[in-house]
T-cell receptor, first 111, second 113 residues
């Protein structure tokens, strides 16, 4: 039974570019959440998708957007990248209200 | 605003010793308190969780103690092993917020053989 899978594992982008990160949830899960983890810090909630709609959002600018597809997979898009966007981006899946299962993340470096 | 404060930032413990990590929260609406373990290059994995209707929960060598009046909770790792060397995060959420977790800053634990 595959857990949460994220792609790519590593990514290097230049300031001002746009990036798309992908996530496939654990089998049977219908809710996907995205978190940003800066080096040496705890994860910070970006947003959560359920039934293809954004249900909750953390304190992140509109440059961060997402999407959930009918098969429950999800994308995180970040526009106009800043150096401060360099971080590990974690996807977590669950059934609504149940404990989160995290993927191993995408390491984004913005130069 | 950091709603969950975690301490210490790091600790070193001898094999067989007890590791203790503390967290304090501000939002009294929080009603779910999980602990996650993260190894380098991996995502966080759920260790153990507690709700405020109990003061203690034990699973194997891991115990959560919860003090609702003090708005504090802690993780005790008994008989610490080198394989327990990892970063530990406390977190909190409200039932209304579903899976929206607020994490502490993390504690890097090193267990020396």
């Amino acid at each position: 039974d595959a857990g949460v899978t994220q792609s790519p594992t590593h990514l290097i982008k230049t300031r001002g570019q746009q990036v798309t990160l992908r996530c496939s949830p654990k089998s049977g899960h219908d809710t996907v959440s995205w978190y940003q983890q800066a080096l040496g810090q705890g994860p910070q909630f970006i947003f959560q998708y359920y039934e293809e709609e954004e249900r909750q959002r953390g304190n992140f600018p509109d440059r961060f957007s997402g999407h959930q597809f009918p098969n429950y997979s999800s994308e995180l898009n970040v526009n106009a990248l800043l150096l401060g966007d360099s971080a590990l981006y974690l996807c977590a899946s669950s059934l609504w209200g149940s404990p989160l299962h995290f993927g191993n993340g995408t390491r984004l470096t913005v130069t | 605003q950091q709603q969950v404060k975690q301490s210490p930032q790091s600790l070193i413990v001898q094999k067989g010793g007890i590791s203790i990590i503390n967290c304090a929260y501000e939002n009294t609406a929080f009603d779910y308190f999980p602990w996650y373990q993260q190894f380098p290059g991996k995502g966080p994995a759920l260790l153990i969780a507690i709700r405020p209707d109990v003061s203690e929960k034990k699973e194997g060598r891991f115990t959560i103690s919860f003090n609702k009046s003090a708005k504090q909770f802690s993780l005790h790792i008994m008989d610490s092993q080198p394989g327990d060397s990892a970063t530990y995060f406390c977190a909190a959420s409200t039932e209304a917020a579903g899976n929206k977790l607020t994490f502490g800053g993390g504690t890097r634990v090193l267990v020396k053989p």
